[in-house]
Each structure stands twice: as structure tokens, then as C-alpha cells.
Nanobody, 123 residues
């Protein structure tokens, strides 16, 4: 499975972006999916995750109430709607497919990774 993230760019603080993650095969429609962020000089951490059906989601405390992860059931595309962006949201955002139909909170819980898309939030 190959994953491709898109939708990043430069935005002012308070603005919005919508990231998309598309898989090369429908296999990922049965897997949990996650979005990770790697800020400059920091480790890659989970931002949001969703199970295979979309019925269960997770958000890091830093993005709760501002970001929304979603997917179309049975399809291989996952979205991350990011509102009220802050400079500290800057980083490379990568999507990943989990090892199971659920999702995990650790990098090791994910099998397939996309290359990532850069999000830059200016103050």
C-alpha cells in the first residue's frame, strides 16, 4: 500500500487547511488510519487517528476542537480538516495505515506511511 498526503501549504495563523491522504489500494479501507506531525527539530507525534469505519477517533490535546479527522467508509481516502491554525502547528504531516482495523497512538502501531506534506503557519 502506498499512501500520498496532500493539501499542505503556507497559511496565516487563524487560517484553515484540509489535508487528504489517498491510498494506492482499497486494502487501507479496512485499516485504522492516523495523521502524524513532525515539527522542526522534534519527533514525529500523532495528531489524530480514526478506525476503519470512522466510528472512533482520537485527537492529541494540542489539536482538540480545531482539527477533525474523517474518512468515507469503504474508501481509501482520509482527511484532516485543520482550523484555527497556530504557528506551533507547523510541521510535516504524514498519514499512516494501522496494523489493524482500529488505530494506535504509537508509530509502531502503523505499517504503511506516506511521504508527508508540509504545513507552515505564519504568525
Amino acid at each position: 500500500v502506498q499512501l500520498q498526503a496532500s493539501g499542505g501549504g503556507l497559511v496565516q495563523a487563524g487560517g484553515s487547511l484540509r489535508l487528504s491522504c489517498t491510498a494506492s489500494r482499497r486494502t487501507s479501507s479496512n485499516n485504522g488510519m492516523g495523521w502524524f506531525r513532525q515539527a522542526p527539530g522534534k519527533e514525529r507525534d500523532i495528531v489524530a487517528a480514526i478506525n476503519w469505519s470512522g466510528s472512533s477517533t482520537y485527537y492529541a490535546d494540542s489539536v482538540k476542537g480545531r482539527f477533525t479527522i474523517s474518512r468515507e467508509k469503504g474508501k481509501s481516502t482520509v482527511y484532516l480538516q485543520m482550523n484555527s491554525l497556530k504557528p506551533e502547528d507547523t510541521g510535516v504531516y504524514s498519514c499512516a495505515a494501522a496494523l489493524s482495523s482500529s488505530y494506535g497512538l504509537q508509530r509502531d502501531d502503523y505499517r504503511y506511511w506516506g511521504q508527508g506534506t508540509l504545513v507552515t503557519v505564519s504568525s
